[in-house]
């Protein structure tokens, strides 16, 4: 390349970088952000006092009110008052977390405590980031809630978009392969195991505005490696969906469905 067109390219190159820069927080200390609030809310060391829990929380606002300001517009976005509708919000995003993990350690016969599902469990890690994520989504955060949720994708295996809407408590038992899209909406009391999608039927930029994913109803299960597709696409409450099942119709409450030998799914309601 000519030393002319070279300087153009970097130039270019430049320009381009720092609009993004200048859009983006930095991912490093988003997850700093995001470790030491997992740290305030569980944390994993029995020298904890009293008398700290206040200053790590305050030190976990100022950091993240600092991270909006370093790429919002404060224009569009009223920063102090995000960060303190995030904080005000806290407690119930804990005792969500505290019933989702009293969920998995009941449903888990390998489970010895709930603490250990807490500390150790990566399906309790991904809803814990996505309750997080969600909080700030509904706050009108924008980037920093994928961040969040890709940051848990990347440890768990468990892709859950954090537009998604989950009811408390929610199962994820084992968690690597999941993938649940941003319009699916999950009810009260569901249980979803390794491999499951619940995504599109068909994938078009021109659908952005519309339901695209399917409906979960209460006490549901939904086994490893199953499929389940569309916006219109409603699994009834009290269902069990059985292991490797394709879905892309409704099923009615209290169905059980399941692949025979034949390989064919069959419906049976109760």
Not at 33 to 56: R, V
Not at 76 to 102: G, K, M, P, T, W
Not at 120 to 138: C, E, K, N
Request: net charge negative.
């Amino acid at each position: 390349m000519k030393e002319d067109k070279l300087d153009g390219f970097i130039a270019l190159l430049y320009e381009t970088h720092k609009r993004e820069w200048e859009a983006t927080p930095k991912i490093r200390e988003c997850v700093s952000w995001l470790s030491d609030l997992f740290e305030f809310l569980f944390p994993n060391n029995h020298a904890h006092k009293l008398s700290i829990y206040g200053g790590q929380l305050k030190k976990n606002q100022i950091d993240l009110e600092n991270i909006l300001l370093s790429y919002l517009d404060t224009k569009e976005v009223e920063v102090e008052s995000a960060v303190n509708a995030f904080y005000d919000s806290l407690h119930n995003i804990y005792q969500d977390l505290r019933q989702d993990a009293s969920m998995i350690y009941e449903k888990d016969p390998a489970a010895i405590s709930i603490h250990e599902v807490i500390v150790s469990y990566p399906g309790f890690y991904a809803i814990a980031v996505y309750r997080i994520a969600h909080r700030l989504t509904q706050l009108a955060i924008p980037i920093l809630p994928r961040i969040l949720c890709e940051h848990a994708h990347g440890k768990t295996g468990v892709d859950i978009h954090p537009k998604a809407s989950i009811g408390v408590p929610f199962c994820i038992d084992h968690g690597t392969g999941i993938v649940i899209g941003a319009t699916s909406v999950i009810g009260k009391n569901v249980t979803i195991y390794q491999g499951v999608t619940l995504g599109a039927s068909q994938v078009s930029k021109q659908l952005s505005e519309t339901k695209r994913h399917p409906t979960v109803e209460d006490n549901v299960i939904i086994y490893a490696r199953s499929t389940i597709l569309g916006g219109h696409t409603v699994i009834g409450h009290n269902s069990v969906i059985g292991g490797s099942v394709f879905l892309t119709k409704t099923v009615q409450p209290y169905s059980h469905v399941f692949n025979t030998h034949q390989l064919r799914v069959e419906i049976k309601n109760n």
